[in-house]
């Protein structure tokens, strides 16, 4: 997407009306709206990749599984590049990201649905383990880590994760 920032910003917004305004019903557009999410991911502008994640959240939510099982390795990478953000919204939105993964994933029957559960759990279990994080990441992280136990407990090894959530969902708790 050639343009200036606002320009991307711009385009990315009104995919987003179409997306709410139709509750999805792009399926046979992804091809063409997709590389453009994924662009708006990985640029450095801190403004677009925001609104290129929320955009990227949409298109999971409003769009069946089938459609968007192309996308899916380029939609983890994409998401899991935005958790290493210095920006607290950034990460909390990549990580609903991920939990909105959860739902499609879980659908997948592809060679390397395992990798990418694995993958996802790994990074959003590494978040829950830092100290000092935004309270909105913090949440952020919980869900998604409840996501993925809640569709991929048999494929994934959650015996420690247990100890971790009761001591961060008291230590959630205490804080409020």
Known sequence: MAGTVDTKKAVLGVIRELIIVKQGGLDE???LVM???????????????????????????FHPAAALQPFVSDSVACALSALTADYAKLKAEALRVCGALCKVLHRQDTKNFQILVSTLYQAVYEQLLKKDMDSEVKEAALVTIAALIFYFADVLKVRDLFRLLLCAAGNFCTAL
């Open 35 to 61: 590389p453009h999410v994924v662009a708006g991911i990985k640029t450095d502008d801190v403004r677009l990749k925001g609104d290129a994640l929320n955009l990227l959240h949409l298109v999971i939510d």
């Open 29 to 31: 557009y992804l091809v």
